[in-house]
Nanobody, 124 residues
Framework: QVQLAESGGGSVQPGGSLNLSCAPS??????????MGWYRQAPGEQRALVAQ???????NYADSVKDRFTISRDFTKNTLYLHMNDLKPEDTAVYYC????????????????WGQGTQVTVSS
């Protein structure tokens, strides 16, 4: 069973920066996981993909965060990161770490594993 734990959320003023981290547990993690990603869900809205990174380090971003957010993965530590710059009030949401199993289609299917989420609030 793969478990994901996010950290690094908090409150920041518009224009500020935050860094999120996601650490998986389970020694078999890297063997069975292909892509990893960050989703977010604002109140009253559906959960949506923010950024994704594959084992080949190919990245994919939502248009709303391109040039402001950077996803990265440290394969030696099996840790996923999201560096968020120039944050805006509309970035306020619960951010979820996610992962796709090797048997899943990470381009067309939702993740197989989720973290509990971490709150990001952007407000003056």
């Amino acid at each position: 069973q793969v478990q994901l734990a996010e950290s690094g959320g908090g409150s920041v003023q518009p224009g500020g920066s935050l860094n999120l981290s996601c650490a998986p547990s389970g020694s078999i993690f890297d063997q069975y996981i292909t892509a990893m990603g960050w989703y977010r869900q604002a109140p009253g809205e559906q959960r949506a993909l923010v950024a994704q990174i594959t084992k080949e380090r190919t990245t994919n971003y939502a248009d709303s965060v391109k040039d402001r957010f950077t996803i990265s993965r440290d394969f030696t530590k099996n840790t996923l990161y999201l560096h968020m710059n120039d944050l805006k009030p509309e970035d306020t949401a619960v951010y979820y770490c996610s992962a796709w199993d090797v048997a899943s289609d990470h381009e067309n299917e939702g993740p197989d594993y989720w973290g509990q989420g971490t709150q990001v609030t952007v407000s003056s």
